[in-house]
């Protein structure tokens, strides 16, 4: 795939996670009857969240593939010797 086409797919991820995020704290602050800040105030807040929220994914994924990768692991060196 050419590499302007995945930098494009990238960004439009992106901003669409931030679209996401930026709906998310409106939304919060609306139920909160709390005054939402200013239209940047907001669009940073949401990049700050949307980046948190790429960190706890990449952490627990990864944590998820160590655990699958030991259970695997136990389990696929039976599987080899049965056959």
């Known amino acids: 795939m050419d590499e302007n086409i995945k930098k494009g797919i990238k960004r439009l991820a ?3 996670e931030i679209g ?5 704290l409106r939304w919060k602050y609306k139920k909160e009857k709390v005054i939402p800040p ?3 105030d907001i669009e ?3 990049r700050m969240v949307a980046d948190k929220v790429h960190d706890v994914i ?3 994924g ?3 593939w160590n ?3 030991k259970v695997y692991a136990k389990t696929g060196a039976k599987e ?4």
């Open 20 to 24: 996401v995020a930026r709906s998310i």
């Open 14 to 16: 992106e901003n669409a």
């Open 80 to 83: 080899d010797s049965d056959e």
């Open 67 to 69: 655990e699958l990768k």
């Open 44 to 46: 940073t807040q949401s």
């Open 62 to 64: 990864r944590n998820v």
């Open 38 to 40: 200013g239209d940047d």
């Open 58 to 60: 990449a952490e627990r």
